[in-house]
């Protein structure tokens, strides 16, 4: 493994194709020709949040137009839609008014209706929220959650594990500290998670590479991540959009470092719904071995692009792969 010092030269000096082909080198050792993807539809149950992180154009407070909350039977019914679904990916905003029952419910009402799907949700910021609203210690929650029917838990709210940025962009939310925290209590009880990075707004390129170290040093004691998520920064209404949406260059070299530095990750994801389909096919190129999946419906970057996302269906992800020359695998 190269140094931080080597890793953050590798960045800045190392081209594109270069880092590219490290990455994707990696990537064959580990995975071959194979690309994974899954069916899965997301939920996201409210937009009502009691924080206001700078980089979200997705929260409201209550009285607000458009502010929403899912009763468990709107969910139940938008799920039962759905066929073959392999997998259920649930997250939202931190809403006072829901009482901790609502999650323990939702997750039992879905375990009974399909019994078969993995039910990924609630990230480590939602999950502290919980062990707040019930007093109970995060352990707990976890455990209870998991008799309920949870598989696993999504990536999201880790943004950028640096100080810095927190003060600036989400002074108000969970400690990255804390989000290591909870991220280890659920492998230490059996509950896989993934691992994300927010990018392409004001970090550093240090920064970056302090977060990706991290995350490899704690997958080392854990092994308990199954896939690292780096998520492009969507200035659009947002309190940042001033900013520019990240390039494809750095996007590409962000995917490469990734799969570099963290090749103890079972998976570095090409996230289609941030990056956009076209991007994330090249994106598997460049390290990344999983292009999510189907997702039906997402409201959290429709609610940035104002633009509804679309389905993106199984014959059409093969496609893609295939395209490329891979073999895709449903999981
Ligand atoms: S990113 Fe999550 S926690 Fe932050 S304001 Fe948006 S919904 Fe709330």
């Known amino acids: 493994m190269l140094s931080r010092k080597e890793l953050i030269e590798l960045y800045k000096k190392g081209d594109l194709f270069e880092l590219g082909q490290i990455a994707h080198e990696i990537k064959e050792k580990i995975h ?28 409201k407070k209550p009285e607000e137009e458009g502010a929403y909350t899912l009763s468990i039977e709107e969910i139940l019914e938008r799920l039962s839609q759905e066929n073959s679904l392999r997998e259920v990916h649930i997250v939202g905003g931190l809403n006072p008014a829901l009482p901790y029952d609502y999650y323990l419910n939702l997750i039992r009402k879905i375990k009974k209706l399909k019994p078969y799907i993995r039910i990924r949700a609630f990230t480590c910021v939602e999950i502290d929220f919980l062990s707040k609203i019930s007093k109970k210690s995060v352990e707990e929650v976890l455990y209870e959650l998991k008799e309920a029917g949870l598989s696993a838990i999504p990536g999201g709210g880790a943004e950028v594990f640096s100080e810095r940025i927190r003060k600036e962009l989400y002074p108000t939310k969970i400690s990255s500290e804390r989000w290591i925290e909870i991220a280890k209590t659920a492998h230490k009880l059996g509950i896989k998670t993934n691992a994300t990075l927010l990018f392409g707004h004001i970090e550093t390129v240090e920064e970056v590479v302090d977060h990706l170290l991290r995350l490899r040093e704690i997958q080392e004691e854990t092994g308990g991540f199954e896939a690292f998520v780096p998520l492009a920064f969507i200035p659009e209404n947002t309190e940042l959009s001033h900013l520019r949406e ?11 470092l990734s799969r570099i530095i963290l090749d103890n990750f079972p998976h570095i994801k090409a996230y289609w719904v941030f990056l956009g389909i076209g991007l994330s096919q090249v994106a598997l190129l460049w390290g990344a071995d999983h292009i999510h999946g189907t997702v039906i419906e997402e409201k959290i970057s429709e609610a940035m692009k104002r633009e509804p996302v679309k389905k993106l269906p199984p014959e059409e992800i093969e496609k893609l792969i295939y395209e490329i020359g891979g073999h895709p695998v449903l999981i």
């Open 246 to 256: 990240p390039s494809s260059q750095k996007i590409l070299k962000t995917i490469a």
């Open 32 to 59: 071959g020709k194979k690309y994974y993807y899954t069916i899965n539809r997301h939920i996201n149950y409210t937009n009502i949040c009691v924080l206001n992180c700078k980089f979200c154009g997705y929260h």
